[in-house]
């Protein structure tokens, strides 16, 4: 989808270019994933996602500690005692439930915690690259972090350096 994308972009930038009555514009690049990992808040962030990852980690190390103890003692358990086995195996189904809903809990809640947490930073980061860009009188700026649709760009366009400085980052 985005090569189609791409193609139409580059079809209608070059149908632009052709147009005579056209006016002539800008275009400049800039990788944004390497901008968002420069910046301090980003490894905040980071931070608090893992602190989050670790408790639910704690979590699920926990009932895999009780999902071995009840195996354990499945296998110790004589296999005459049905009653027994069969109160066993059920506390283990419910184990092995109580895991698989608890690991889906912590996929979705980490990536809603990073969607929070990171969207405030992303229009930070658009609102500061959209001025430079009118600043500097660049009609358009491409992402060219790995899959972001570039096939070229000229690191003469590049808005790393003016954005990181209007950022106050080194």
Do not use: C, W
């Not at 079809?11 to 400049?28: D, E, R, T, V």
């Not at 979590?59 to 354990?72: C, F, G, S």
């Not at 600043?135 to 990181?164: Q, R, T």
């Amino acid at each position: 989808m985005k090569l189609k994308s791409l193609i139409i972009t580059a079809f209608a930038l070059f149908g632009l270019s052709l147009n005579s009555n056209a006016q002539s514009f800008k275009i400049a690049h800039i990788n944004s994933q390497e901008l968002m990992d420069t910046l301090p808040e980003a490894d905040t962030i980071q931070m608090k996602l893992e602190a989050i990852q670790g408790q639910y980690l704690k979590i699920l190390q926990n009932l895999r500690d009780q999902i071995e103890q009840t195996q354990n003692e499945i296998n110790n358990t004589p296999k005459n005692d049905i009653a027994t086995l069969e109160i066993l195996n059920r506390s283990l189904n419910d184990l092995y439930g109580r895991y698989n809903d608890k690991e889906s809990e912590a996929q979705n809640y980490i990536a809603q915690k990073q969607e929070e947490l990171l969207q405030p930073l992303i229009d930070k980061l658009k609102k500061t690259i959209q001025e430079v860009a009118k600043e500097k009188g660049y009609a358009y700026v491409l992402d060219s972090s790995v899959g972001g649709g570039v096939i070229y760009s000229d690191p003469a366009h590049d808005l790393m350096p003016a954005v990181k400085a209007k950022l106050g980052i080194k």
